[in-house]
């Protein structure tokens, strides 16, 4: 970061109105003043300044000062380059195009409950499980459905106990701005927080360390990154699989994406709609993101390749190191060797690739930046 001041109105012109803005709500949990808030309606999912502090483009406490917002923002200014030199002390090489890792595995969870219930082996509710009962973390920010779950609305949430883990586990393709549960942590007496999210999110808190952003960086203890090509938004339930297809979002049971959406219905009943068929409702935040594989957590972790119970999990941090290591010394988590699945590094870097070629040549330059070619 430069030494000049900066602050919200370069944070608004720069990220927020310019396309870059994932939606991460980082720049939300870490404003001591409250002036921001986050506009989730209608497909929005940004954050946005309240009018009676300066209104949308300017805050007073920027003006006076106040820097905190660009600290913890994963999309401004030279943000790759800072979190990788803070978390790695190097650049990453042209072949990295999924980050920095220093071990790839296949994981799952060894508990039949947690294999149940998680989803592709349960490898991160093995680990928020692990991580709670050992004295790692006191909570976990994480995502929930709102309600009964029926709405298959993702809310942030925390989880302090195994019955919570195992209460939010699965996954939500529609955006959950996980961070914003901090407030609700932090309140409850929590001081070590884990993070699960996708890599929007967790190199929220790896840029917050890098550019020291205070006592909010200090609390995140653990990051767990879910790759992720792109979520949707939440229209995608009444205007996709509802009206084509006359899947009631609360009569869904569980989902998933292995090429196409996958979707279970609580009548028994199994569906597939075509990814291409979804892509209408992909969220705006996602277009110009260039991290499919969770580049900046201290473990990366996702489904993708042959093997649908188990957990393709990328080890990326000296914490993510300490961490896995104890779990597999502990058998909270059985391995199997990636070279039992090569399509699914193949399928990692494919996937990885594509995305790092969103980034729009007029943003900062990215080192790792794939070229797009004409």
């Not at 942030?156 to 701005?177: D, H, M, W």
């Not at 390749?305 to 993510?320: P, V």
């Amino acid at each position: 970061m430069p030494p000049e001041k900066l602050h919200w109105a370069h944070l608004y012109q720069e990220v927020v109105t310019s396309g870059l803005c994932t939606g991460c709500s980082a720049c939300i949990v870490v404003c001591p003043y409250d002036v921001l808030e986050y506009d989730d309606q209608d497909g929005h999912y940004r954050p946005f300044h309240i009018a009676a502090d300066g209104g949308a483009e300017d805050c007073t406490h920027g003006v006076r000062g106040c820097t905190l917002c660009t600290r913890a923002c994963p999309r401004f200014r030279d943000w790759e380059t800072e979190i990788d030199h803070y978390l790695f002390g190097r650049d990453r090489t042209d072949e990295e195009v999924s980050g920095i890792a220093t071990q790839v595995v296949l994981a799952r969870a060894t508990d039949p409950e947690v294999l149940e219930v998680g989803q592709d082996g349960g490898f991160v509710s093995a680990l928020l499980i692990w991580a709670l009962e050992h004295d790692e973390i006191d909570a976990a920010l994480v995502s929930d459905l709102e309600g009964d779950g029926t709405s298959w609305r993702a809310v942030p949430a925390v989880a302090r106990t195994r019955e919570e883990v195992l209460r939010t586990a699965g996954s939500r393709y529609t955006y959950c701005a996980n961070p914003m549960a901090y407030a609700q942590a932090t309140e409850g007496g929590a001081e070590r927080l884990a993070l699960v999210g996708m890599g929007c999110q967790t190199s929220a808190t790896a840029v917050m360390s890098a550019r020291k952003a205070g006592k909010v960086a200090r609390r995140f203890s653990l990051s767990i990154g879910l790759l992720c090509s792109k979520t949707f938004d939440d229209a995608i339930f009444p205007e996709l699989f509802e009206a084509r297809y006359n899947l009631p979002r609360e009569q869904i049971k569980k989902m998933n994406i292995k090429g196409v959406f996958q979707l279970w219905m609580r009548d028994g009943s199994y569906h597939e709609v075509p990814l291409k068929e979804a892509h209408a409702w992909t969220r705006e935040g996602c277009k110009a993101c260039p991290d499919f594989a969770a580049e900046h957590a201290d473990i990366s972790t996702g489904g993708i390749g042959a093997f649908n119970d188990w957990t393709l999990t990328l080890i990326r941090t000296e914490r993510g190191r300490e961490i896995f290591d104890a779990m597999v010394r502990d058998g909270a988590v059985e391995l199997r060797p990636i070279d039992d699945d090569p399509g699914a590094v193949a399928l990692l870097r494919r996937l990885s690739t594509a995305s790092r070629k969103r980034w729009p040549s007029t943003a900062v330059p990215m080192p790792g930046r794939i070229p797009v070619r004409a």
